[in-house]
């Protein structure tokens, strides 16, 4: 999403909970009800294991490789981090193949590894939704770019249901122009997309302003979007139906009164836990929401932040985008599918 500055708080040093290597630590847990006691420590350090991006976002950990792939979407990077050998480069560009400037957010940005191991990226410059085969950057391959004639804007987030289907969304972030008059912007709304097993493309949803992160309940028979746009920060819930379309939405969570106290931030991206938890970036860092809608928890990174990602040997470390930042934190839960 289009970066939002926040305060940062301090940095201290602490030995790390996951092994010898001392990491600096930030922010702070906070604890809203009780039912969060059994899926987080409030006591976990947030660790910074990596940083100096522009703006980190779309992490994945890769299970079959024991590895975590993320996005510096300015840099038009995506990097590889391990326990072992810390930082390195492992693709660019990452979301723009073209010469010179384009726009000030021109690489990948969400990512996830598909049914088939591949990684699928949400390029910016390049407009489309990719799928490249971990071993072979040449075998990268579109699949979509072009809907009703017209280049999509930037395709932001996306998920893949167990049959195989995409779902993604397309706000502006990565057009030139930055939310001002985008001469290059084609499609007049934002649109939430499916695209389905035969490969087609289609219009979902365009009654969000900025749709951003998605993520799908545990039994896949609901999708819930966030909205980036600080003006209505909401998370919708989608029920999809036998046919494998969104049907109509119904407001999931609502951060209008986090906004009120003074938090800062908006809807972006979100993982889902083995019992159904959503882990969302919203107002303040991430937001603990049980399957209800009810908050249970927050992780104040201090920083902005832009998404998440389940990972580690045993499934129960949470990766978080923040900002210039890489960081993570000890769960007592597991991401879905882990």
Not at 29 to 53: M, N, P, R
Not at 105 to 111: D, I, K, L, Q, V
Not at 271 to 285: H, M
Request: overall charge neutral; proline content about 5%; some cysteine.
């Amino acid at each position: 999403m289009k970066k939002i500055v926040l305060i940062f708080t301090g940095i201290i040093s602490s030995m790390t909970a996951f092994g010898q290597t001392n990491y600096n630590a930030i922010g702070k847990i906070h604890k809203y009800d009780a039912e969060l006691d059994h899926l987080l420590d409030t006591q976990s350090k947030i660790e910074v294991v990596a940083e100096g991006f522009v703006w980190s976002e779309g992490p994945v950990w890769v299970k079959n490789g024991n590895y975590l792939l993320f996005s510096d979407v300015p840099s038009n990077i995506i990097h590889k981090w391990t326990e072992k050998e810390g930082l390195s480069k492992f693709l660019q560009p990452s979301g723009y193949t073209g010469q010179g400037y384009y726009s000030e957010e021109t690489g990948a940005n969400g990512n996830i590894i598909n049914l088939k191991g591949n990684l699928v990226s949400c390029e910016h410059g390049d407009r489309r939704i990719s799928e490249m085969p971990l071993n072979d950057p040449k075998g990268k391959k579109t699949l979509a770019h072009i809907v009703d004639g017209k280049k999509l804007n930037s395709p932001n987030d996306v998920v893949q249901r167990r049959n195989g289907d995409y779902f993604f969304t397309d706000p502006p972030y990565g057009l030139p122009g930055r939310g001002k008059p985008e001469p290059e912007k084609e499609i007049e709304y934002q649109g939430v997309y499916r695209i389905d097993t035969k490969g087609n493309v289609s219009l979902q949803a365009k009654d969000m302003s900025r749709p951003n992160g998605l993520a799908f309940n545990l039994d896949e028979s609901v999708l819930i979007v966030a909205q980036s746009d600080p003006r209505a920060i909401i998370w919708n819930a989608y029920p999809i139906d036998k046919n494998g379309n969104l049907g109509t939405p119904k407001i999931f969570f609502d951060g209008s009164e986090l906004q009120k106290q003074g938090l800062r931030g908006a809807g972006d991206g979100m993982k889902v836990d083995s019992e159904g938890n959503i882990w969302a970036t919203g107002p303040g860092g991430i937001l603990i929401i049980n399957s209800k809608g009810k908050l249970l928890g927050r992780i104040e990174t201090g920083t902005a932040t832009s998404n998440v990602a389940f990972g580690g040997n045993d499934g129960k470390t949470l990766f978080i985008t923040a900002d210039s930042y890489l960081v993570r934190v000890a769960t007592k839960i597991k991401g879905k599918g882990l």
